[in-house]
């Protein structure tokens, strides 16, 4: 792509969510993964797996490995040792289990406050944006521009807000972006998508449109996936969104 050449972005008006990691569904297939084993299945005498590891119940190990990727010590209370005069097997075991979740929530911790000292020095904010008439002369582009050093992935959001009186915030775009300062973006909305959000919604009139532009922070990955909740703790969106508004003509 030659430098300067103006990105647009077609976007039908669909939450980004529909692409997001899904941590309660994806924790409970894994539980029904774990439930479905015989609980009295195991492994014994595995001489190369290493110490507290060479026994152990099937389930139990299902039940562990779910427990630390997902952050949930109260899976751990699932985890059962098995007792072997020859195989060494405290590696599967409540306590075992609960440590290593610990250890994973710390470790997630550290990475997530890391991800909020950078934002805090240099994130990405909202300069400026306008709305315009597309070339075709029914449809709108949407063109922010962007201030900031900390490069990544935002999620940019567009609602009216001044359609009639008490009216709520109606949303007519949210997608992820990847965004530095540079970014050139002109997005575009088809008028017809607007108007199924927004049925009162007609050309040659002003709108109050507020912007707002969010870090994605993730979902952690497969050595631990983090919850909503345990996001919402440590860098909420309210702490990593700007937002500006802007009586714009359509």
Same mark, same amino acid.
């Given at each position: 792509?030659?430098?300067?050449?103006?990105?647009?972005?077609?976007?039908?008006?669909? #939450?980004?969510?529909?692409?997001?990691? %899904?941590?309660?569904?994806?924790?409970?297939?894994?539980?029904?993964?774990?439930?479905?084993?015989?609980?009295?299945?195991?492994?014994?005498?595995?001489?190369?797996?290493?110490?507290?590891?060479?026994?152990?119940?099937?389930?139990?190990?299902?039940?562990?490995?779910?427990?630390?990727?997902?952050?949930?010590?109260?899976?751990?209370?699932?985890?059962?040792?098995?007792?072997?005069?020859?195989? #060494?097997? =405290?590696?599967?075991?409540?306590?075992?289990?609960?440590?290593?979740?610990? /250890?994973?929530?710390?470790?997630?911790?550290?990475?997530? /406050?890391? &991800?909020?000292?950078?934002?805090?020095?240099?994130?990405?904010?909202?300069? %400026?944006?306008?709305?315009?008439?597309?070339?075709?002369?029914?449809?709108?582009?949407?063109?922010?521009?962007?201030?900031?050093?900390?490069?990544?992935?935002?999620?940019?959001? +567009?609602?009216?807000?001044? #359609?009639?009186?008490?009216?709520?915030?109606?949303?007519?775009?949210?997608?992820?972006?990847?965004?530095?300062?540079?970014?050139?973006?002109?997005?575009?909305?088809?008028?017809? /998508?607007?108007?199924?959000?927004?049925?009162? +919604?007609?050309? %040659?009139?002003?709108?109050?449109?507020?912007? &707002?532009? &969010?870090?994605?922070?993730?979902?952690?990955?497969?050595?631990?996936? =983090?919850?909503? $909740?345990?996001?919402?703790?440590?860098?909420?969106?309210?702490?990593?969104?700007? $937002?500006?508004?802007?009586?714009?003509? +359509?």
């Amino acid at each position: 792509m030659r430098k300067g050449l103006l990105l647009t972005v077609v976007c039908f008006i669909a #939450s980004a969510d529909v692409l997001a990691f %899904d941590y309660t569904a994806q924790r409970r297939n894994e539980m029904r993964t774990c439930e479905a084993i015989d609980a009295s299945e195991s492994q014994s005498g595995l001489l190369f797996n290493p110490d507290g590891y060479r026994s152990y119940y099937v389930r139990s190990k299902c039940f562990q490995e779910a427990a630390v990727r997902f952050r949930d010590d109260s899976l751990c209370r699932q985890v059962k040792q098995r007792r072997s005069l020859l195989s #060494s097997s =405290w590696g599967y075991s409540e306590m075992r289990c609960r440590q290593l979740v610990s /250890e994973g929530i710390a470790a997630d911790r550290r990475e997530l /406050e890391a &991800t909020r000292r950078a934002y805090v020095a240099g994130g990405i904010k909202l300069r %400026d944006f306008r709305v315009q008439r597309n070339g075709n002369g029914r449809d709108i582009d949407i063109i922010p521009s962007f201030v900031g050093t900390y490069a990544g992935g935002y999620t940019l959001t +567009f609602d009216i807000l001044s #359609s009639g009186p008490s009216a709520p915030p109606v949303q007519i775009h949210s997608s992820g972006y990847y965004v530095d300062e540079k970014s050139n973006l002109n997005i575009y909305i088809p008028s017809a /998508e607007i108007r199924s959000r927004l049925p009162g +919604f007609t050309l %040659d009139r002003v709108y109050d449109v507020r912007a &707002t532009l &969010t870090l994605d922070v993730g979902f952690g990955g497969q050595s631990g996936y =983090w919850s909503d $909740a345990f996001i919402a703790e440590v860098f909420p969106a309210r702490d990593r969104s700007h $937002a500006i508004t802007r009586r714009a003509a +359509f």
